[in-house]
């Protein structure tokens, strides 16, 4: 009887162990075409499919039957005790028939490519399945070939006749194998050991990855793994030396059972971004599993790899003349600060006025979609007014290609203001506020209410006037370096002035302060957060020829950008930039 070299654990009735495709339908037979065949053993767990049928040894020429006797007994009995399948199990004959008088007796013919097999339950037990086989020509005797496929394991094994077994593990004698994870930081520019501890209550295919854990923000990271060390009943290998990455195996073992110690180094790169890892395996005991459910997967606790505090990275979203929104994501440098665009979104042509609440920015990392809540809050939300004069909200959410949720309705007579504008949170309250500035030029706030179900602002709240002095307005984030949301407005003239946030929801700004003149220059401009890296706000401007520009923050009030920087051309092939 033959055992099959081990199998990954998603094999299925469609790929299963048999290579069916040298079952070949008969050409003339030759002396040299002997047909041989030969049974397996598998190990099979809860769900799968194991199949009943000999492995072609050698030889093309098939042009008899295959009779199979399947049973809960080794196959010595002609008359077949124990013959069939336990309660729970559904045998498929699938190309097959079931020989009529017998249980669990198949007679399969012919050039196929779908072979005899069971359903094995969900909770099915520990089990040992038996199954027997027997070559008959055409014109042989049915009765005969029965009784010798069910004594087969009496027999000698002649290339005709032979044995295999399905050995069913439950999911509970799977959970047997443990591990122990010692994971202790990686530190940066530096190397540390880590090791893993099996406990193998069976011979099996350890494999072992690495991601970032949950709820941290995002940042690129190159860990490498290497020294790999082990003991007697294991053989390793480093199969891809680079971390994290969520779909790559690192490490893989083949584990004889017993105990195991298995080590490793981690060394991290000098100066990287300082993030939460886990350390993630899957023990496989099975020659067949079902798909990717039947191995054991277990998690280490998180573990640091040390180095620079990660900043949210700061992007910029632009409506093209169509109506389409892409989303530009921040790259964190500040010679390619944009990468995109990557469309989100149609029909927002409908806007006259489009804004975010506070800078767009990256959202902690979650394994599953977050919608609107606690944990969304201050990525930039946006509000848009539509031709009739509705105000629209739209909260942000964490959600792959659809970063804002459904609009929700804010109220009508909006089209009293000629410019809304986000402001951040000018109150520090951790709401985030609005700004609209009425056809007389007076200044207003909403206060934002936090609210995901009620109204998204409290009644507003004068601020002043004179604000008509003013053709751009560009707020939401600090830009002197208090901690307090600032806001930039550009008069007639051209000239940028500054207005510091004082954190106080009745008096939000503090008298201006003059950046600079030659402003008149640009059509567009947005605070957008920090997009260098430096966690300083910056912000954007476009010419009027299309070509987007970086002034980067300095976190200074005087001085507040330092020279511009060129992003690209092109820009002018959209309408509003926030």
């Given amino acids: 009887m033959k055992r099959l070299t081990r199998h990954a654990a998603t094999l299925t009735a469609a790929t299963g162990l048999l290579t069916t495709a040298t079952l070949l339908a008969p050409p003339a037979a030759t002396a040299a075409d002997e047909l041989k065949l030969s049974g397996y053993d598998v190990v099979a767990a809860p769900r799968s499919l194991p199949r009943f049928y000999p492995v072609v040894e050698s030889g093309t020429t098939f ?25 729970g199990y559904r045998l498929n004959p699938n190309h097959c028939d079931l020989a009529t008088g017998y249980t669990g007796v198949f007679v399969c013919e012919g050039s196929i490519y779908t072979v005899p097999d069971a359903v094995v339950p969900a909770d099915a037990a520990d ?70 501890r099996v406990h193998a209550n069976d011979a099996g295919r350890l494999t072992l990855r690495f991601d970032r854990a949950d709820g941290q923000l995002y940042a690129n990271l190159a860990v490498r793994i290497s020294d790999l060390t082990t003991g007697p009943g294991a053989t390793c290998e480093i199969r891809y030396e680079t971390l994290p990455d969520n779909l790559l195996t690192n490490l893989a073992c083949e584990l004889e059972p017993g105990d195991h110690v298995i080590g490793y180094a981690l060394t991290g790169t000098a100066g990287q971004y300082a993030q939460k890892l886990h350390a993630l395996t899957r023990y496989d005991i099975y020659d067949l599993g079902y798909w990717d459910e039947s191995d054991v997967k277990l998690a280490s606790a998180p573990f640091a790899v040390q180095g620079r505090t990660i900043l949210p990275s700061h992007g910029l979203i632009a409506r093209n003349t169509a109506g389409t929104l892409v989303d530009y994501s921040g790259t964190r440098s500040a010679t390619a600060p944009l990468s995109g665009p990557y469309k989100i979104g149609t029909g ?166 003059q950046i600079g003149g030659g402003w008149q220059g640009y059509d567009h401009l947005v605070v957008t957060g920090d997009l260098t890296d430096d966690g300083k706000a910056d912000a954007v401007a476009r010419d009027r020829s299309g070509v987007l520009w970086l002034y980067k923050g300095t976190g200074k009030a005087t001085g507040t950008f330092t020279g511009r920087t060129r992003i690209g051309g092109g820009w002018n092939t959209y309408n509003h930039l926030f």
Avoid at 63 to 87: C, E, N, Q, Y
Wanted: glycine share 14%; no cysteine; hydrophobic share 35%.
């Fill in 63 to 87: 042009s008899g039957k295959v009779v199979i006797a399947v049973g809960t007994k080794p196959m010595t009995d002609p008359a077949g005790a124990g013959a069939g399948l336990p309660a």
């Fill in 127 to 196: 089990t040992t399945l038996y199954w027997g086989f027997k070559y008959m020509s055409g014109s042989g005797d049915l009765a005969t070939a029965v009784k010798e496929a069910r004594s087969a394991a009496s027999l000698p094994a002649d290339g005709r006749r032979g044995t295999g077994k399905v050995t069913v593990k439950s999911r509970a004698h799977a959970l047997l194998n443990t591990i122990a994870f010692d994971t202790p930081a990686v530190p940066d520019g530096g190397t540390v050991r880590q090791q893993l």
């Fill in 348 to 513: 927002w042509q409908t806007y006259n006025a489009l804004t975010a609440l506070s800078p767009y920015k990256q959202g902690n990392h979650y394994w599953a979609d977050q919608k609107p809540s606690a944990r969304t809050r201050g990525l930039g939300d946006v509000v848009a007014r539509d031709a009739s004069g509705t105000l629209w909200y739209y909260d942000r959410q964490l959600v792959r290609e659809k970063p804002f949720a459904a609009r929700v309705r804010v109220g009508g007579g909006w089209n009293v203001y000629d410019r809304i504008d986000g402001a951040g949170d000018l109150n520090r309250d951790g709401y985030v506020d609005l700004l609209a500035r009425d056809k007389t030029g007076v200044l207003w706030l909403y206060k934002g209410t936090g609210s995901f179900t009620g109204a998204r602002f409290k009644a507003r709240v004068r601020i002043g006037g004179g604000w008509g002095a003013y053709d751009r307005l560009a707020g939401g984030a600090d830009l002197s370096g208090d901690g307090r949301a600032d806001l930039l407005a550009r008069d007639r003239a051209g000239v940028l002035w500054l207005y510091k946030g004082t954190g106080d929801a009745t008096r939000p700004y503090a008298g201006r302060t």
